[in-house]
């Protein structure tokens, strides 16, 4: 099982290093479109639409890395004062949902995309780019983080079945304070 986490870990932070380069070279063009319009009177044209594709690609490939270091946000004010079995009761509880809302995010997200493909459909922009083309990266990002959501959870019933609750909180309980002091990149299970 620490193997299967270690390649969600890996998916999630391949993704997230690649969603950051993806938003220096947005930041960086849309510099360089600012530099260029001030100074120069030119502009490269549909920086401001490639970003805001760039945005959305980036929102969908990096929400794996957010759920696998607990970078969501959560409302814990009673959590820590229930027993750790009823803790990760309500952290299966809380990551089976999370897991049928992913799912029917991709679904719809898939809808889409196929509507796209099928209509031809193109941005009502001078670079007119092909819909699907942003929208199937978007989709593809979608479809890892519902697949990160589902890893997650089967490694989550895996260590509550075989009783080790302090990993399956590990995996997905409600970070604490101490949590947050940690600078290392360890995985959930150390």
Known sequence: MKTFLRLIELFSRVSAWACGMLLLASTVMIGVEVILRRFFGLTIGGADEISSY?????????????????SHIRIDVLYYYLPAVVRTLLDTLALALFL???SMITFY???????????????????????????????????????VTAGMLVALIYYQLKGDLLSAGN?????NVSDDDKTDNSTPES
């Open 54 to 70: 760039v945005l959305a690609i980036i929102c969908s490939w990096s929400l794996g890395y957010a759920l696998y270091h607990k």
């Open 171 to 175: 995996i997905a309980g409600s970070p």
């Open 109 to 147: 997200a898939w809808d889409l995309l196929h509507t796209s493909i099928i209509r031809g459909s193109t941005a009502n922009t001078p670079l007119q780019t092909p819909m699907w083309i942003p929208q199937s990266i978007w989709f593809v990002g979608l479809v890892g983080f519902t697949l």
């Open 100 to 102: 049928v809302y992913t």
